[in-house]
C-alpha cells in the first residue's frame, strides 16, 4: 500500500469517526431535551393536580359552611389527607424554584403563599376559604397559562 492510500484511508477513517461523534452527540443532546421536558411537564403537572384539589377543596368547605354539603368523619379524613398532600406538592415545587419550572411560574407560587393584605375576622371561616379559595383558582390560572408559555404548547 502506497503512502498516499494509507494518508487517504486513516483520513476517511477519521472522518468516519467524527460523523460518529456528531451523530451521538446530537442524539444525546436530544435526549437529553426531551428528558428536561418531561421533567418540565411533570413538574407543571403535578402543580396544576394541587392547584385543582385545592380549588375543590375551598368550595366543597365553604359548601359545607352554608350548610348545602355535609361530608362524613371519613370522607372529610380523607379530604383533609388530600388537601395536605396538594399543600406539601405546592411548597415542594415553590422551594424547588425555577430549577425545573420557569422564573415566572416560580414568581406566581411564591406569590400564592404570601398573606392577603386583606385582615379578615379570625371567626369569618367563610371569607377565610372565600380568600384562599380566590387565590388557588388565580394561581391556577396564571400557572397554566405559564406552562404553556414555558412548554410551547
Request: proline share 1%; hydrophobic share 40%; net charge neutral.
Amino acid at each position: 500500500m502506497s503512502g498516499e492510500n494509507v494518508i487517504t484511508l486513516i483520513a476517511a477513517l477519521l472522518a468516519f469517526i467524527a460523523s460518529l461523534i456528531a451523530i451521538y452527540n446530537t442524539n444525546f443532546k436530544r435526549f437529553t431535551s426531551e428528558r428536561w421536558w418531561e421533567r418540565k411537564v411533570k413538574a407543571y403537572e403535578d402543580i396544576v393536580d394541587a392547584l385543582s384539589g385545592l380549588i375543590h377543596y375551598y368550595r366543597t368547605l365553604m359548601d359545607e359552611e352554608l350548610g348545602e354539603k355535609q361530608l362524613s368523619k371519613e370522607a372529610q379524613a380523607e379530604f383533609n389527607k388530600r388537601s395536605r398532600q396538594g399543600f406539601n406538592t405546592i411548597r415542594r415545587a415553590t422551594d424547588m424554584g425555577a430549577f425545573i419550572i420557569s422564573s415566572e411560574a416560580s414568581d406566581i407560587l411564591q406569590e400564592f403563599w404570601k398573606e392577603s393584605e386583606n385582615k379578615l375576622d379570625p371567626n369569618d371561616w367563610y371569607a377565610r376559604f372565600e380568600r384562599n379559595y380566590e387565590k388557588a383558582k388565580a394561581c391556577l390560572d396564571k400557572i397554566t397559562s405559564c406552562a404553556r408559555k414555558d412548554l410551547r404548547v
